[in-house]
């Protein structure tokens, strides 16, 4: 039993050190194109707002889980319900905000 505990904790370390890394820079990757205001303003936003809003998704979708005794499939339709429409919301912003041509061309290399 403690062998399977030990292992518990170093993937969960694993998973928490690549969250904190990738996803993190990432996140902060998304504003490098934008003014200074526009940054405060949408990292205020998206910080308080919409991960607020996404806690509490996530607390209504387990208490309906709960409610209506969903299986493990149940919730994987659930999420795979959430990705398309992130995906949705996604395509319909990548249509309405084209990526600059600058953006687009391959970075010369330094020599």
Excluded: C
């Excluded at 996140?27 to 996404?54: C, E, H, M, N």
């Excluded at 387990?62 to 795979?80: C, D, I, K, P, Y």
């Excluded at 429409?85 to 249509?95: D, E, I, N, P, Y």
Aim: hydrophobic share 50%; proline share 4%.
């Amino acid at each position: 039993m403690g062998l399977l505990f030990s292992l518990i904790r170093l993937v969960k370390i694993a998973e928490n050190s690549l969250d904190y890394s990738l996803m993190n820079t990432t996140r902060q990757a998304l504003f490098l194109p934008v003014s200074r205001d526009a940054k405060y303003d949408g990292k205020t936003a998206i910080d308080t707002f919409f991960y607020r809003t996404g806690d509490m998704t996530q607390a209504g979708v387990v208490w309906l889980g709960s409610t209506f005794a969903f299986t493990v499939r149940h919730f994987a339709l659930v999420n795979v319900g959430f990705i398309l429409v992130w995906l949705g919301v996604t395509f319909m912003l990548s249509r309405n905000n084209p990526v600059p041509a600058e953006a687009r061309e391959p970075l010369e290399e330094a020599a």
